[in-house]
């Protein structure tokens, strides 16, 4: 059953302002889900709803700043299709998993693997790769996709925060091509992640379609921005927000989380 409250202007207000942050953020550096997933959570939705409504919202804006890079020639599909492909698979088996999770358990956890993620971040070092060159195919490169993809597609299945940064990183590491590639890369596996997740949440009736897509349209006018501003700008422009927005976002998050529990 798809629960539908009505939200008063001034919160109906909040969470679009918050969707358009958030699009702008993630089309950038990826985390966008630190902001929205709270903030629906505030709205006294139950976690799994606060969960779907958020992948629905998000594919607003997934989908957007792929189309973005994919027209800048900045992700290939058929070079990265087994990313693709085990990115669904995996995003399925997460959703489906966090499906059987208690309500209390999520109330509790959901704000720990923010805060991680946000960690991580702050903590994690600056890769600075500057080739715009795609590694061969082959044995180890597929398996890189393949291992890649089932992991942080479950991850964003089960959880979401941080799955648009994680794989930025992880693919500038693995693969050794710039950050414009990696974000290119991962803009387009998270609306994957996103959009598989978002169906298998309908299925199981945790989707708020009134919130999920007047977030979506906010996410989706924030993301259309930051991407151009992420090409047009390039690496020298993404890192300083990526770090900046994150401190922010955990700041946050650890006050909402503990202090006023």
Known sequence: MLTDPILDLELWLILCSVAFLAGLIDSIAGGGGMLTIPALLTTGLP??????????????????AS???????????YYWRLSVIFTAVGAIIGTITVSYLSVKFLEKYIPVFIIITAFYTMVSKTI??????LPLVNFTL?????SQGLILGFYDGFAGPGTGAFWTASS??????????????ARSTNFVSNFCSLLTFFYLGYVNITIGI???????????????WAIKL???FIRPIFISVVILMSANLAYHAWITQ
């Open 47 to 64: 976690p799994h709803v606060a969960l779907g409504t958020n992948k629905l919202a998000a594919s607003f804006g997934s989908l957007t």
């Open 67 to 77: 189309i973005t890079f994919y027209r800048k020639k900045l992700f290939n599909p």
């Open 128 to 133: 600075s790769i500057n080739s715009t060159n």
């Open 142 to 146: 597929k398996a890189k996709q393949i």
């Open 172 to 185: 500038t590491m693995l693969y050794k091509i710039n950050i414009l590639l990696s974000s290119g890369l």
């Open 214 to 228: 007047s977030m979506g349209i906010f996410i989706m006018i924030g993301s259309a921005i930051g991407a151009n």
């Open 234 to 236: 390039g690496n020298q």
